[in-house]
C-alpha cells in the first residue's frame, strides 16, 4: 500500500494512469513562451496522471523548472509560467508507478553531469532500475528521490558519449522496460522512446516551424500542432537550432510490444496510436463483443466515459439502441479523504447517477472497459437494479485481467485481481450480474489493427506473456523503501 493517502472517493476500478509527457521545441528567435505552450499540452493529457505537474524550460541559457502537487490548472499560476521563459520546455503530468505521490518525486527531474544539466519526464516503468541505481553509485552519482525517472535522468545526464545520439544509445542499452522520455538541456530537446515501445509517443510540427513531441496526438490538436508521425520504437529525435536528427533504435530490433491497453482505456478516444483513432478500435471492440456475447436485451448503455465508445460499437452491432443510462459527475475530482465503508458506497454515488427513465423495466447491456479488482462493478450493478433495470449484461472490453503491469500502468496485485482463480460465472456471480461477457483476447488484437498471435502489442496483463523478461516482482515503493532503508 501507498504510504500517502488514498484517493478514495473518486478511486474507481479502473487501472491508473500512469503520465503524460510533453516536449516543445519553438524557433529561438521568434518565441519565449515554450511553457505556456507546454502547459496546454499537458491540460490535454490530464486523464494520464492527476497527482502532479511540472515543467522545465530553457531560453538558451539556463534552465529553470518548477513542480507542484495536484492537477494542471492548480498546479500552475501565470506567475510560475512566467518564471518559466525560453523557447524550450518539457513537461510531466504524473500518476505515481514507482515511488510515492509525495511532492518531492514530481517531474521534471533535474540531473547534473558532465555533459551538462538536463530536465527529464519519463512515462513508463523500467525494471532493473536498481541495478541501474548501483552502477550510479559505482560512478559515485546518489539519487535522492524513488523513483526509476530519476535512474534514467542521473545515467542519461552521465552517460557516455559526445553526442546526445550517443548518450541516448548508452541509455537504451543500459536500461530495460518501458519508457517514453523527453529531456530538455539548455539548447536542446530530445524525445526517447523504448525499443518496445511500450508507452506512446508522437511528434508534431508548429507552423512557425517549432517542434512538439508529446504522449497523444491529441495534446497537439489542443494546441494547433501539426500530427506529424509517432516516435518509432528505440529512435531517439534531437531537436535543436539545425533542426530534427532522427537517431535510429541502436539495439537489434526487439519485438514491438505497444500497450493494448492505451487503446482499451488510456489514451483520450481522439488520439491516433499506432495509426488508429482510438474511438474508432474501441467501437470495434465493442462490436466484437456483441459478436461474442449476444444477448437479448432493450438497450445498450456504457460506464461513461473510458466505454462510451464501445458501447456505441455493440449497439451498432447488436442493433439494440444505444442510450445514456448512467451519468457521470464531470466534476468529481480526487480526493485525500478516507471514507469508511457508509461513505465508499455513497463514493460510486457520488460519481455515477442512473437515469431510471431509461433503464425502469428494461433488459440492458452495460458496456465498461475492464474489471480489475472488481470493487466498483457491483455496486454498479446494484445502482442500476435500484433504478428499476428488469436485467444486467455486463460486457467488458477486455479480456480477464490476471497479471500484474511491469511497465508504467498500477492496476493490482495478482492476487487483488477478481479473475484471479475464478472462472467467469464466478465473477458474474460476485458483481450480481445476470450475465457477463469478456472480449476475447484474439478480438482485442484484431480491433487495435494487431494480428491474433498479439505480435506488436503487449497484453500481458491478460496472457501473462511480458514481452520483457521480469526479474523481480516489483512493486511502486520497492526501489524507495532501499532508499530509505540506506542499502
Ligand atoms: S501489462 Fe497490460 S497495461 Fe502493462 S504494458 Fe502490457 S498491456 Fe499495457
Given at each position: 500500500m501507498d504510504d500517502a493517502p488514498r484517493f478514495a472517493l473518486d478511486e474507481s476500478d479502473n487501472p491508473?494512469?500512469?503520465?503524460?509527457?510533453?516536449?516543445?521545441?519553438?524557433?529561438?528567435?521568434?518565441?519565449?513562451?515554450?511553457?505556456?505552450?507546454?502547459?496546454?499540452?499537458?491540460?490535454?493529457?490530464?486523464?494520464?496522471?492527476?497527482?502532479?505537474?511540472?515543467?522545465?524550460?530553457?531560453?538558451?541559457?539556463?534552465?529553470?523548472?518548477?513542480?507542484?502537487?495536484?492537477?494542471?490548472?492548480?498546479?500552475?499560476?501565470?506567475?510560475?509560467?512566467?518564471?518559466?521563459?525560453?523557447?524550450?520546455?518539457?513537461?510531466h503530468t504524473r500518476y505515481s508507478t514507482t515511488g510515492s505521490s509525495s511532492a518531492l518525486n514530481a517531474q521534471p527531474i533535474l540531473a547534473q553531469g558532465p555533459g551538462g544539466e538536463i530536465a527529464l519526464a519519463h512515462n513508463g516503468n523500467i525494471v532493473?532500475?536498481?541495478?541501474?541505481?548501483?552502477?550510479?553509485?559505482?560512478?559515485?552519482?546518489?539519487?535522492?528521490?524513488?523513483?526509476?525517472?530519476?535512474?534514467?535522468?542521473?545515467?542519461?545526464?552521465?552517460?557516455?558519449?559526445?553526442?546526445?545520439?550517443?548518450?541516448?544509445?548508452?541509455?537504451?542499452?543500459?536500461?530495460?522496460?518501458?519508457?517514453?522520455?523527453?529531456?530538455?538541456?539548455?539548447?536542446?530537446?530530445?524525445?526517447?522512446?523504448?525499443?518496445?515501445g511500450v508507452r506512446p509517443l508522437c511528434l508534431g510540427r508548429f507552423s512557425n516551424g517549432g517542434w512538439i513531441i508529446a504522449s497523444e496526438s491529441a495534446a497537439l490538436d489542443h494546441i494547433g500542432a501539426q500530427f506529424v508521425r509517432e516516435v518509432d520504437p528505440g529512435e531517439t529525435v534531437v531537436i535543436d537550432r539545425d533542426g530534427l536528427v532522427s537517431v535510429p533504435n541502436p539495439l537489434p530490433q526487439e519485438r514491438i510490444a505497444h500497450c493494448v491497453f492505451e487503446h482499451i482505456y488510456f489514451a483520450r478516444p481522439d488520439s491516433t496510436l499506432d495509426g488508429r483513432l482510438v474511438h474508432m478500435s474501441r467501437t470495434r471492440m465493442g462490436a466484437a463483443l456483441a459478436k461474442e456475447h449476444p444477448v437479448e436485451a432493450d438497450v445498450v448503455i456504457s460506464i461513461p466515459e473510458s466505454a462510451n465508445s464501445a458501447a456505441?460499437?455493440?449497439?451498432?452491432?447488436?442493433?439494440?439502441?444505444?442510450?445514456?443510462?448512467?451519468?457521470?459527475?464531470?466534476?468529481?475530482?480526487?480526493?485525500?479523504?478516507?471514507?469508511?465503508?457508509?461513505?465508499?458506497?455513497?463514493?460510486?454515488?457520488?460519481?455515477?447517477?442512473?437515469?431510471?427513465?431509461?433503464?425502469?423495466?428494461?433488459?440492458?447491456?452495460?458496456?465498461?472497459?475492464?474489471?480489475?479488482?472488481?470493487?466498483?462493478?457491483?455496486?454498479?450493478?446494484?445502482?442500476?437494479?435500484?433504478?428499476?433495470?428488469?436485467?444486467?449484461?455486463?460486457?467488458?472490453?477486455?479480456?480477464?485481467?490476471?497479471?500484474?503491469?511491469?511497465?508504467?500502468?498500477?492496476?493490482?496485485?495478482?492476487?487483488?485481481?477478481?479473475?484471479?482463480?475464478?472462472t467467469v460465472d464466478e465473477i458474474r456471480e460476485i458483481i450480481g450480474a445476470d450475465s457477463l461477457g469478456y472480449l476475447s483476447t484474439e478480438a482485442l488484437h484484431d480491433a487495435v489493427g494487431g494480428d491474433s498471435t498479439g505480435s506488436r502489442f503487449c497484453d500481458a496483463c491478460f496472457t501473462g506473456n511480458y514481452p520483457i523478461p521480469i526479474q523481480l516482482q516489483m512493486d511502486k515503493l520497492s526501489l524507495e523503501r532501499t532508499l530509505t532503508q540506506g542499502e
Open positions: 491508473h494512469d500512469e503520465c503524460g509527457v510533453v516536449g516543445v521545441h519553438l524557433p529561438q528567435a521568434t518565441d519565449s513562451d515554450a511553457a505556456q505552450v507546454a502547459f496546454y499540452g499537458l491540460y490535454a493529457l490530464q486523464h494520464r496522471g492527476q497527482e502532479s505537474a511540472g515543467i522545465a524550460a530553457s531560453d538558451g541559457r539556463t534552465l529553470r523548472n518548477f513542480t507542484n502537487v495536484g492537477l494542471v490548472s492548480n498546479a500552475f499560476r501565470q506567475e510560475d509560467l512566467e518564471r518559466l521563459p525560453g523557447h524550450i520546455a518539457v513537461g532493473n532500475a536498481e541495478e541501474m541505481r548501483q552502477r550510479l553509485l559505482e560512478w559515485g552519482v546518489s539519487t535522492t528521490t524513488g523513483t526509476d525517472s530519476e535512474v534514467i535522468a542521473h545515467l542519461l545526464a552521465w552517460a557516455p558519449g559526445e553526442t546526445w545520439g550517443e548518450r541516448t544509445a548508452y541509455l537504451m542499452k543500459s536500461i530495460k522496460g518501458a519508457y517514453s522520455l523527453v529531456v530538455a538541456t539548455k539548447d536542446t530537446t530530445i524525445g526517447i522512446r523504448d525499443p518496445h456505441v460499437g455493440y449497439a451498432r452491432a447488436s442493433g439494440i439502441p444505444f442510450e445514456l443510462g448512467l451519468v457521470k459527475n464531470r466534476y468529481v475530482g480526487r480526493t485525500f479523504i478516507e471514507p469508511d465503508q457508509r461513505f465508499r458506497d455513497l463514493g460510486v454515488r457520488n460519481k455515477f447517477n442512473p437515469l431510471p427513465e431509461v433503464l425502469a423495466g428494461k433488459r440492458v447491456v452495460v458496456v465498461d472497459d475492464s474489471i480489475v479488482r472488481g470493487t466498483t462493478t457491483p455496486r454498479i450493478v446494484q445502482l442500476l437494479k435500484r433504478a428499476g433495470a428488469a436485467e444486467i449484461h455486463v460486457r467488458v472490453c477486455a479480456p480477464p485481467i490476471k497479471n500484474p503491469c511491469h511497465f508504467g500502468v498500477d492496476m493490482a496485485t495478482k492476487d487483488e485481481f477478481i479473475a484471479s482463480g475464478r
